[in-house]
């Protein structure tokens, strides 16, 4: 699929056929999710991939009802992981293990070091919520690119997943992306015209 046809086909799915997608193709989705671009490539996210009806039912009500997490067969919920510390250990780890000489691997640790230093809390955490969205941008696209529908959610309560997912608390839910088989009919795409975005 070319990617102007994925990106022209792709749409906010609001009903999913139940239907469950195969577990190799939610593997694909993940490598493609895997490989989303972020800030120094500190990858700052984690995913929890809920497939079981019981927990997809449990989070229908911290998801204003929306019936997409009920319906999907895969609901993956985008986490932003806000500790620095862990962030930048599991980095580390996987430059050692790419075989990243160390003076390198030391010199972009540095420069992760001096970014999160000259940043408030909050300001890392925002910044660490923008890397989820491109991950989400992958998400919803990759899906589309292996056949699949999905929808890009931000409408759900973050306290109520990470209660009912267990999550630690420095990891955030802050984007959800339903996948399955769309059940639905997309609406019309309407965009702003391009004199009205570029300035
Ligand atoms: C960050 C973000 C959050 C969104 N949250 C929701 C949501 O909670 N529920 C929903 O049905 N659609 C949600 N959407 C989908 C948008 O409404 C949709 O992308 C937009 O209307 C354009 O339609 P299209 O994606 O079908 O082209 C969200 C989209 C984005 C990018």
Not at 30 to 59: C, F, H, M
Not at 104 to 109: A, G
Not at 125 to 144: D, H, P, R
């Amino acid at each position: 699929m070319e990617f102007k046809d994925i990106v022209m086909q792709r749409y906010a799915t609001k009903k999913f056929d139940g239907n469950k997608v195969p577990d190799n193709k939610i593997n694909e989705l993940v490598e493609l999710i895997r490989y989303a671009p972020s800030g120094l490539n500190l990858q700052p996210w984690r995913i929890k991939i809920i497939d079981d009806q019981k927990t997809k039912d449990e989070l229908v009500p911290f998801s204003f009802g929306q019936q997409q997490i009920a319906t999907c067969s895969h609901l993956l919920v985008l986490c932003a992981n806000t500790d620095f510390n862990d962030v930048m250990n599991r980095v580390s780890a996987s430059l050692k293990e790419a075989g990243v000489p160390d003076e390198m691997r030391n010199m972009l640790m540095g420069m992760a070091e001096g970014m999160n230093k000259s940043m408030s809390g909050q300001e890392w955490i925002g910044s660490v919520k923008a890397a989820v969205y491109l991950a989400l941008g992958n998400a919803v696209n990759g899906a589309k690119s292996l056949g699949l529908d999905s929808c890009p959610m931000t409408g759900f309560n973050p306290e109520g997943y990470a209660r009912v997912l267990n999550l630690p608390s420095h990891l955030i839910p802050t984007a959800l992306c339903p996948v399955g088989y769309a059940a639905d009919t997309p609406m019309p795409k309407v965009r702003l015209r391009k004199e009205e975005i570029l300035i």
